[in-house]
């Protein structure tokens, strides 16, 4: 297996990279096509949606990726999963690789970042995962193509599609590597595999 990609434009791209070496997963930096084409998978950080579609274009990467997302598992936390999906911010322009509409900040400013414990279901049944919402975008719709994995409060947070998983909030920024685990089994068992409710079991 080649390695697992980590969007590093803009963002909080250094914790994922961290959370990639404590669980031994070989990975790369990604700012351009380049780096892009050896990768087997690509992680989208936390950050700034707008800034990210910015630099895509800006670095002539926003077409590659969006090729690359139709093939290669995606995972994106907050801004990364604002990207994945589709928001009416004309700003910011999807990947289109999730079946969801979000809103951008849709749990308030800055001020209103919390942690909470939410419950995941990553099939062993529903685990206690501790979730850091900053800036958080709300998912206020999901498709049918999509499957809601975890809710906080009734309002679905993490989703998965396939072998394409996003969340509104961080798992990056605490020590529990859980649902990267989830996804990475999606990576590893190749093409036919679905992340869903069974999926890491
Ligand atoms: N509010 C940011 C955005 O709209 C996302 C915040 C985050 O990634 N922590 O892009």
């Known amino acids: 297996m080649g390695p697992v990609g980590i969007l590093a434009l803009q963002g909080a791209y250094q914790q994922h990279a961290d959370l990639l070496d404590r669980l031994g997963v070989e990975w790369c930096w ?3 096509a380049q780096e892009l084409a050896v990768c087997v998978a690509l992680i989208l950080p936390g950050g700034e949606s707008t800034a990210m579609t910015h630099l895509l274009h800006t670095r002539g990467l926003f077409e590659p990726l969006r090729s690359f997302a139709q093939t290669h598992p995606i995972m994106g936390s907050c801004a990364g999963l604002i990207l994945m999906g589709h928001t009416d911010d004309a700003r910011v322009h999807s990947l289109d690789v999730l079946d969801i509409q979000v809103a951008r900040n849709g749990y308030g400013r800055q001020l209103q970042s919390f942690q909470s414990g939410i419950d995941v279901e990553l099939g062993q049944g529903m685990e206690r995962f501790p979730a850091v919402f900053i800036r958080a975008p709300r998912i206020i719709r999901v498709g049918a193509a999509a499957t809601v994995l975890a809710r906080h ?4 947070v ?3 599609q396939g072998r394409h998983l996003g969340m509104s909030f961080h798992p990056e920024l605490t020590d529990d ?3 990267h685990r989830c996804w990475l089994e999606g990576v590893s068992a190749g093409a036919m595999h679905t992340l869903s409710r069974e999926a890491c079991a």
Request: proline fraction near 8%; aromatic fraction near 0%; glycine fraction near 0%.
């Open 30 to 32: 990604v700012r351009s």
């Open 158 to 160: 993490l989703v998965a």
């Open 177 to 179: 590597t859980r649902i």
């Open 153 to 156: 409060n009734d309002h679905p």
